[in-house]
């Protein structure tokens, strides 16, 4: 006896079978995005971020030794005391303008400057003195991340790397609330603490390696911390110009790849023919469909932002020039990427598929999707290869970190080398509509 929707069944599979794009579509998508995710997320004891600091040592006494060397034991931080060295040339060790300059740029969201005469006076209970030296956090506020991170290990490094002047502070808060210490005990303290320094100066000076973290917020511990934005300090809804770049981006590789798709439909109706078989060339012919795809992603582009200004505030009118640049080029690149996309398939149906497929997968890496301060640095390495990362790289700058059209060079580079890349192999795969 035959069920009689087994035949309907068959007939879908096959059609499914035949239709390779459709087929990818429903499983390797799927499998692509788990395996993103479990990159980012996946087999890791905790979900903090290694984080990028800054620290400038301007004291350079035993005890700021200490501590930067604690801070560089923390295995979530990645503790810069220099910037990287350039064509082998060692750099000068960060100070105070550097460091800030730093994260004004974008090299890290957070920086430490310890004071001079920080080792006289390293730790404190309850109010800081005015005289008493703090230790400066400067911080990027679109980093909501980064700040509270370094703050909370900060604390906890203050009590394990420099455990003799805990003690010591200790000391002082006796004698003034509880009458003071015998001068036995006095002695023996001090036998105490300067045993202790030997063993910190046998290990290395990073104290010990375990223990609680004792964040006391900004400033909050036992480490006088004062907290500083260099960037963003007076920008209103400061991520919302990052997600109109991030978004806006991300669609526009959709609306790039479905407005090429017009190529497949005049390939089917025999449309493309007739234009080939007058004066009009193929190169000609994907120039215009470029230049088209070109306004319509650069309009696109317009609206969203003109609606973050009207609705959220963004500072839309005072960054029009750095706009324009980044608009067009990011325009050019996507429009070029749709082209290529639409030449690589046969129907319609294909160039869905696989556009779906890609854009999706490149936005996932290249932070379209979610902030890429959350992944790890191999897929943050990963993400040069995105469109979608150099455009939102280059619109943070614009809007985010106020700098000029000249600093935007990185992304304008790269963003019209790729669009000619991918122009010219659209040109070179749309061969076989010529024959």
């Known amino acids: 006896m035959t069920v009689p929707f087994i035949p309907i069944v068959r007939t879908a599979l096959n059609a499914l079978r035949r239709d390779g794009a459709a087929l990818a579509l429903s499983f390797v998508l799927p499998i692509a995005f788990f395996s993103i995710f479990a990159v980012i997320f996946g087999g890791r004891k905790d979900m903090t971020p290694r984080v990028a600091v800054i620290v400038a040592d301007e004291d350079r006494s035993a005890q700021s030794q200490r501590l930067v060397a604690g801070l560089q034991a923390e295995g979530s931080l990645r503790v810069m005391l220099r910037p990287e060295a350039q064509q082998g040339v060692q750099q000068m060790e960060y100070t105070a303008a550097t460091a800030e300059a730093a994260v004004k740029a974008g090299t890290a969201s957070v920086a430490l400057i310890v004071p001079k005469g920080f080792g006289a006076n390293p730790v404190s209970f309850g109010p800081p003195r005015g ?72 290990q290395g000076g990073r104290g010990a390696s375990g223990g609680a973290s004792a964040s006391g917020g900004f400033g909050g511990g036992i480490l006088p911390v004062k907290t500083r ?40 109706s025999g449309t493309l023919d007739r234009v080939l078989s007058s004066r009009i060339t193929m190169t000609t012919l994907l120039a215009g469909k470029l230049a088209f795809n070109m306004l319509l992603a650069f309009c696109q582009l317009v609206m969203m932002f003109l609606w973050a200004w009207a609705v959220f505030g963004v500072d839309f009118f005072g960054h029009i020039p750095g706009f324009t640049v980044m608009g067009v080029c990011t325009a050019f690149t996507v429009s070029a990427f749709g082209i290529l996309l639409a030449s690589l398939c046969k129907t319609r149906a294909q160039l869905e598929s696989l556009s779906t497929l890609v854009i999706l997968i490149m936005s996932s890496i290249g932070g379209s999707m979610f902030p890429r301060v959350l992944m790890p640095e191999s897929m943050q390495k990963a993400e040069l290869f995105t469109i979608n990362a150099w455009a939102i790289d280059g619109f943070t700058k614009v809007f985010w970190r106020d700098e000029p059209v000249s600093a935007l060079w990185p992304q304008v580079a790269v963003l019209l080398a790729a669009g000619i890349v991918l122009f010219c192999l659209a040109r070179w795969f749309a061969r076989r509509w010529e024959f």
Do not use: C, W
């Open 229 to 268: 934005a260099v960037v963003g300090e007076n920008k209103r809804n400061p991520m919302v110009s990052f997600y109109a770049a991030a978004i806006g981006v991300m669609f526009l590789m959709f609306t790039s790849s479905g407005a090429a798709g017009a190529l497949l439909d005049e390939a089917e």
């Open 131 to 202: 005289d008493a030296p703090e230790i400066q956090m400067l911080e990027d506020t679109g980093d909501a991340i980064a700040p509270q991170v370094v703050a909370g290990l900060l604390q906890k490094v203050g009590m394990t790397a420099m455990p003799d002047a805990l003690i010591q502070q200790s000391a002082k808060f006796m004698d003034q609330f509880t009458g003071g210490l015998t001068p036995a005990q006095h002695d023996r303290l001090e036998g105490n603490i300067q045993l202790l320094r030997g063993l910190l100066a046998a």
